[in-house]
């Protein structure tokens, strides 16, 4: 069975930085893509970004060029940095997997930015 466990959430002044991590266990198949999405209370699970095996990297216009996206295909592993934090970043961030088994979802990690 499949499992993307996130870790590195947290509470962060505005202006601050996080490390998201992600780890896939129980897969011998690796993710044709993996990515990290996003809920805030009362609106819709959104994109933030996304990396495909090969390194190409996709992220929402709200933060471009202040998170970055990578991965680690030996351990299965994708991390997103996250620096100059708005408050409305403040949300539960969920990691992604995606192969041709299907499309696997983390059980989400709160980041809260402090204004």
């Known amino acids: 069975q499949v499992q993307l466990v996130e870790s590195g959430g947290g509470l962060v002044q505005a202006g601050g930085s996080l490390r998201l991590s992600c780890t896939a266990s129980g897969s011998t198949f690796s993710f044709a893509t993996m990515g990290w999405y996003r809920q805030a209370p009362g609106k819709q699970r959104e994109l933030v970004a996304i990396?495909?095996?090969?390194?190409?990297?996709n992220y929402a216009d709200s933060v471009k060029g202040r998170f970055t996206i990578s991965r680690d295909n030996a351990k299965n592993t994708v991390y997103l940095q996250m620096t100059s934090l708005k408050s409305e970043d403040t949300a539960v961030y969920y990691c992604n997997g995606f192969n041709f088994r299907g499309t696997y979802w983390g059980q989400g990690t709160q980041v809260t930015v402090s204004s």
């Open positions: 990396i495909n095996s090969g390194g190409a990297t």
